[in-house]
């Protein structure tokens, strides 16, 4: 039985460090995996023939790209007696997000598994009093995808996945935007201040690092906290991004006409966590997936929140990009994930984190579009426009999107 910790790698390597060298991290580590992962794997490692294993963690990883090594090695070696699934209720006073409840054998007896749900009380565990208590079958509880899959919506008509008409990509990481309470804390300095840009600056800060022509040329136009909103996009509160891929990095680095850029990311470099440090963006992503019309969207959310850019805006590593293959219209697709069925779906086979849910780029592909004809999406397409236009002049959309939920469902 245990509450092994959670731990993301991210931040953390110092803590994985020790267990990736060694023969079992080699065997079990997994890009974007947790550290109480290590911790089923050796439970099912050590565990006797028919042993029982039970552990209470956050929900997020039966949806993970980072746990399918983790749900590969239960599916081949164990199995599933019970799931109790708390959700969003206060576990620990410290730790937030969806927590649940797994109890596994260390045998293969295909039996199904007791599938058990809360949503009032933590208590209600002890009290034997569920919203949910059913049984879902051995065969479908763990796709072919190593999901698992514990809520199922079903769609009625044939539908396309977001992948096969668009392309889905993540934003750019830069190690780092600017400098944070935790790497001011670690590395103090009366020089800086919380909040200081490094590869992300305000406008004001842009104007004190005076520029070349060149240099602003490098520049782009960059999302800052309350500039992205559902259908719209607030462009005046925007920030300038260093743009410093490959080519850009050997400039400031080597070209007198970018002195100013190299005085300033050298000025910052000890905030700097890049692979490329100091004048290299961490992950600078494909410069042509900014640059054309998109769709962008933050991983997390509570309720859907895609916009429409048609301004070149590049964003970071909490949103996700969408551009179109071929003939697909963003402006349909846009409307398919800002609607209810689209928050229904997402709650039911994303992560759920914190109060809402963690989509990221493999699950966002995997996202349901329905195989329609070109007059259909021209009337969605059409209220999509006027949701638009009205969102720009501040006014309420409130009925036009209910109307647009409506004809979205018959879609579906």
């Known amino acids: 039985m245990g509450n092994p910790p959670y731990i993301k790698e991210l931040g953390n390597e110092k803590v994985f460090a020790p267990i990736n060298v060694t023969p079992f991290g080699k065997k079990y580590h997994a890009g974007k995996m947790d550290y109480w992962y290590f911790f089923m794997h050796k439970a099912l490692e050590i565990s006797k023939q028919n042993g029982i294993i039970s552990f209470i963690t956050s929900r997020y990883w039966i949806n993970s790209s980072g746990a399918k090594k983790l749900i590969k090695n239960i599916k081949e070696t164990a199995e599933f007696i019970n799931i109790v699934d708390i959700g969003d209720l206060k576990v620990f006073d410290n730790v937030v997000g969806h927590h649940m409840i797994s109890i596994i054998t260390n045998s293969l007896t295909r039996r199904d598994c007791h599938y058990l749900k809360i949503s009032n009380d933590v208590e209600n565990i002890s009290k034997c009093i569920f919203d949910e208590n059913r049984f879902i079958k051995v ?16 769609i009625t008509k044939t539908t396309l996945t977001l992948d096969s008409v668009c392309f ?3 934003g750019i990481v830069e190690a780092s935007d600017r400098i944070s309470q935790k790497m001011y804390k670690k590395n103090p300095d009366p020089k800086h201040f919380v909040g200081e840009g ?5 406008k004001e800060e842009t104007d004190k690092l005076k520029l070349t022509q060149e240099e602003k040329d490098i520049l782009e136009l960059y999302e800052d906290s309350g500039c992205i909103n559902r259908y719209h996009i607030d462009y005046s509160k925007t920030r300038n991004l260093i743009y410093s891929d490959t080519t850009n990095r050997q400039k400031i680095e080597n070209e007198k006409k970018f002195t100013n850029l190299k005085k300033h990311l050298d000025y910052m470099s000890d905030y700097i966590t890049s692979t490329y440090k100091p004048y290299g963006l961490h992950r600078a992503r494909d410069y042509n997936d900014f640059i054309q019309n998109k769709i962008i969207g933050p991983s997390m959310f509570e309720s859907p929140c895609f916009a429409y850019d048609k301004k070149k805006l590049f964003v970071g590593m909490s949103y996700n990009i969408i551009t179109a293959k071929d003939d697909t219209n963003l402006l349909f697709i846009l409307a398919l994930l800002n609607s209810e069925f689209a928050k229904n779906w997402f709650y039911e086979n994303a992560k759920h984190r914190g109060i809402g849910v963690d989509v990221g780029v493999d699950k966002l592909r995997q996202f349901p579009i329905p195989d329609t004809s070109a007059d259909i999406q021209k009337e969605i397409i059409d209220l999509v426009n006027s949701i638009i236009q009205m969102k720009n002049s501040n006014k309420d959309t409130s009925e036009e999107e209910a109307i647009l939920n409506k004809e979205i469902n018959k879609l579906y």
């Open 198 to 202: 490094i590869f992300v600056l305000s």
């Open 139 to 154: 065969d479908e509880l763990i796709n072919s995808d190593y999901e698992i899959v514990v809520e199922k919506r079903k």
């Open 168 to 170: 889905v990509s993540q």
